[in-house]
């Protein structure tokens, strides 16, 4: 066996996912927010001239693979390392030999951080110098929110991106272009992957094109070929190498199942709704879809009437976040039962459209003399600015204007009788406020 005999079984033992890994833009699978002819970040590819950034977003989505395309296309020097097992050693290690690099032959070095979030506060200390120099370009990728997982002061000096999970489309797509590509995919073992099949790997993926890849190439494995050599991949073979039934719909029945659940939670069915929830995410739907669902609707269809309904949705999608899937089945039945439950009212988004409708369309919008901001403007605003009458001395409600002259007697928000806005609507009544 020679060399290069190796280097082919070396790369043909690596799994399908890394095998498929883009090496080029045009090649990079979702993401075109990001990666379209005309975004920021790829025009800073291009010219060469990327700053340091966080690639923000779900497991499987791109980030790191984007990275390595960023490494390839430039003309500096890539280190990788993950926050898992780096140290501040390491950290320094990597800052020295881009000073270096940079002192001696010019060039840019670009640290790649997988798992940054990892990093304590000492760790991106170490790092924080050599990135407010332009010693290193740091690329941080993350599966936390970096605003609250982050030391601030890396983040601030990053241009932080957020992708997104992969859609059914992109995942089915790439499954696709696997099965067919003879160097690097599945396409020299002669294998025919049923329509359904591949549809049920790209729907219960999850937006994971990892998982997505995982799936498929153990469903090629373990399916024994038939009489004539060919691998029959079925759908009952997908379901088996993703180790998820599948309770499939088409685009149609999905809609209605969303739309149905939205609608029981309106209609304060907890029985139908925690059903319809469970009929989408058995059938491969995104959890965290369903867990957005509830949070707007906890807003539309509950609102004022209960507050603490809004808390507890956004909880349990939280949770969801952080704890993953199955354990978040728990708290988000718990806030689906809360939300159908609860008092109803729409009076919040009646009362947003109303002022989205006034927000466009009034013509004389100015702000009374006595709120604007005293600190600029001519003397007589400043003047003018005295007859503000701070609420506290008053002990916490004034009537004065607010709105602009135009509308000054719109009424946006009318609380109803329903829940916590009977409190609501008595208050304001005691404060003489227009109902």
């Known amino acids: 066996m020679d060399l290069f005999d190796f280097n082919n079984n070396e790369a043909s033992a690596k799994p399908l996912a890394e095998r498929m890994r883009a090496n080029r833009l045009d090649e990079f699978i979702g993401q075109k927010h990001i990666v379209s002819e005309r975004s920021l970040l790829r025009r800073a590819i291009a010219t060469d001239r990327l700053g340091s ?46 000073r270096e690099n940079l002192k001696l032959y010019g060039k840019r070095t670009y640290l790649m951080l997988d798992e940054c979030h990892r990093f304590n506060k000492t760790q991106s200390d170490s790092l924080l110098p050599a990135i407010e120099q332009g010693t290193i370009i740091f690329i941080g990728s993350t599966t936390e929110n970096p605003y609250a ?16 999970r992969l859609t059914e489309e992109d995942i089915k797509g790439a499954l696709e272009a696997a099965l067919k590509n003879r160097h690097k995919g599945l396409g020299k073992m002669n ?14 993926a999850g937006g994971d094109l990892r998982t997505a890849y995982n799936a498929l190439e153990l469903a090629a494995i373990t399916t024994p070929p038939d009489e004539s050599g060919k691998v029959h991949i079925t759908l009952a073979d997908a379901e ?4 998820r039934k599948s309770l499939s719909y088409n685009e149609d029945s999905y809609y209605d199942f969303l739309s149905a659940f939205c609608k029981s939670l309106r209609g304060s069915d907890a029985n139908a709704a925690l059903y319809y929830a469970m009929r989408l995410i058995e059938g491969g739907c995104d959890p965290m879809l369903v867990a957005r669902r509830l949070v707007v609707h906890s807003a539309e269809d509950v609102g004022m009437a209960d507050p603490r309904a809004l808390q507890i949705a956004t909880s349990a999608m939280y949770a969801l976040e952080k704890i993953g899937y199955p354990e978040a ?16 009212s729409n009076s919040v988004v009646t009362a947003m459209y109303a002022a989205i409708d006034d927000a466009k369309n009034a013509r004389d919008d100015r702000v009374p003399p006595y709120l604007k901001d005293n600190s600029f403007g001519s003397k007589e605003d400043k003047a003018q600015s ?3 009458k701070y609420p506290h001395n ?3 409600y004034v009537e004065q204007q607010y ?24 208050i304001r009544e005691r404060k003489g406020k227009k109902i």
């Not at 088996?240 to 180790?243: F, G, N, Y």
């Not at 689906?336 to 439950?341: R, S």
């Not at 709105?403 to 008595?426: C, F, M, N, W």
């Open 329 to 344: 089945r728990i708290p988000l039945s718990e806030a689906i039962i809360y939300v159908c439950e609860a008092e109803k």
């Open 53 to 98: 950034c966080i690639f923000w977003g779900p497991p499987g989505c791109g980030k790191t693979t984007l990275a390595n395309i960023i490494a390839l296309g430039t003309n500096g020097e890539f280190i990788k390392l993950n926050a898992v097992n780096a140290g501040v050693a390491d950290v320094k290690k990597a800052v020295e030999t881009a």
């Open 386 to 388: 005295k007859n503000y």
């Open 403 to 426: 709105l602009p002259d135009s509308i000054k007697d719109k009424v946006y928000y009318t609380p109803s009788e329903r829940g916590y806005e009977a409190e609501v609507k008595k």
């Open 191 to 204: 294998i025919e992957a049923d329509e359904d099949a591949l549809c049920h790997i790209a729907r219960t």
């Open 240 to 243: 088996e190498s993703i180790q």
């Open 149 to 164: 997982s982050m030391t601030p002061a890396i983040v601030s000096r990053c241009r932080v991106f957020e992708f997104q």
């Open 394 to 396: 008053y002990g916490g």
